[in-house]
């Protein structure tokens, strides 16, 4: 009945693409979707790819797998989904090879993922050129599982962690604050934390700020976002067909919330807060979202930097460090 489902789905809509695998028994074993918005989102929003495969969801305990990206207004928007029968490194191929295949060949720039060796292995396999970074999201929220009781419940143990990895500037400074943090609290013969530390520089901020979109990369709730909404159609063992329906559901859902963002960025102005010319240009031409983060970078420009040199292009004067600093921060 699902694979029925997607059938019709391709019969209706040619650009709804379809895959799967049966076994030698005509069970399901791999499936894989993507449906015409999904791809054109991919075209649009696909140099960085968030791949989960956290989620178990349905009465055959097949894993679902979906590919998320981040849109024009920093929303989670859907590449695709699958559902896998197991998390070996062939079943990782099959996807990546179809999922590449659903997209025309035109593999992510960037792929976050949770840590898992298979899976690394299929992505230098199938996507070479990629850069490849762990969700941090993911290994923050396994902290509590990995310490003690009384750690657990400590907010200082906590916070300070959280600043070393999200807010050291460079990985001298990371590297500082954790060997002082796992000292302090006893942790430094850890398993679990020695193997991230040694993993440091595929998830922590501070050694990938030179990569081009690791601004998106280090969006701190962007795995956080996709998991509250995809948790809301896989907390049972629903019948796939049943997934299915919860699923596309939901999609609607966050489409639709797209085009009430689009709606409000095309007729609505924000509030300037200088009389520069470049601040009401990128009030024109980024989103509601995007302007915000720009207007950040540029105030800071206004009452932080220092002016070294002006200099005039035809009726543009350029404040040369000022803009230095904000390019650095606001191209997407």
């Given at each position: 009945m699902f694979v029925d489902q997607l059938a019709r789905k391709h019969l209706a809509n040619s650009g709804f693409y379809f895959d799967y695998v049966l076994d030698d028994k005509g069970r399901l074993v791999h499936v894989f979707w993507a449906d015409a918005t999904c791809r054109k989102n991919y075209a649009l929003f696909g140099e960085l790819v968030s791949f989960d495969s956290t989620y178990s969801t349905n009465q055959y305990n097949m894993i679902f797998t979906p590919f998320t990206g981040i849109n024009h207004h920093k929303a989670s928007v859907c590449f695709g989904a699958a559902m896998l029968h197991d998390e070996k490194a062939d079943s990782y191929k099959w996807?990546?090879?179809?999922?590449?295949?659903?997209?025309?060949?035109?593999?992510?720039?960037?792929?976050?993922?949770?840590?898992?060796?298979?899976?690394?292995?299929?992505?230098?396999?199938?996507?070479?050129?990629?850069?490849?970074?762990?969700?941090?999201?993911?290994?923050?929220?396994?902290?509590?599982?990995?310490?003690?009781?009384?750690?657990?419940?400590?907010?200082?143990?906590?916070?300070?962690?959280?600043?070393?990895?999200?807010?050291?500037?460079?990985?001298?400074?990371?590297?500082?604050?954790?060997?002082?943090?796992?000292?302090?609290?006893?942790?430094?013969?850890?398993?679990?934390?020695?193997?991230?530390?040694?993993?440091?520089?595929?998830?922590?901020?501070?050694?990938?700020?030179?990569?081009?979109?690791?601004?998106?990369?280090r969006t701190t709730s962007r795995s956080e976002s996709a998991n509250s909404f995809f948790s809301r159609i896989i907390g049972y063992k629903h019948a796939l067909v049943e997934f299915w329906l919860r699923f596309d559901t939901a999609l609607e859902e966050q489409r639709h919330k797209e085009l009430q963002e689009d709606h409000v960025s095309l007729h609505t102005m924000p509030v300037l807060k200088t009389s520069w010319a470049i601040e009401?240009?990128?009030?024109?031409?980024?989103?509601?979202?995007?302007?915000?983060?720009?207007?950040?970078?540029?105030?800071?420009?206004?009452?932080?930097?220092?002016?070294?040199?002006?200099?005039?292009?035809?009726?543009?004067?350029?404040?040369v460090s000022c803009l230095r600093h904000m390019v650095s921060h606001v191209v997407i």
């Open positions: 996807l990546f090879r179809t999922f590449l295949k659903a997209m025309g060949g035109a593999a992510p720039r960037f792929i976050i993922t949770d840590e898992c060796s298979s899976m690394d292995n299929a992505i230098r396999e199938v996507f070479p050129a990629a850069t490849h970074r762990l969700c941090m999201w993911h290994i923050m929220n396994k902290i509590p599982q990995k310490v003690g009781p009384n750690l657990k419940t400590d907010e200082d143990f906590h916070e300070r962690l959280g600043r070393c990895v999200w807010s050291s500037e460079t990985p001298t400074e990371f590297e500082e604050r954790w060997k002082e943090i796992m000292s302090e609290y006893g942790l430094e013969d850890d398993e679990w934390f020695s193997k991230r530390f040694s993993l440091r520089e595929s998830w922590i901020p501070a050694y990938f700020k030179e990569i081009a979109l690791s601004g998106l990369m009401k240009h990128g009030s024109e031409v980024f989103t509601h979202e995007i302007f915000q983060d720009f207007q950040h970078e540029l105030l800071a420009d206004r009452d932080r930097c220092l002016v070294e040199m002006m200099a005039h292009d035809g009726e543009v004067l350029a404040h």
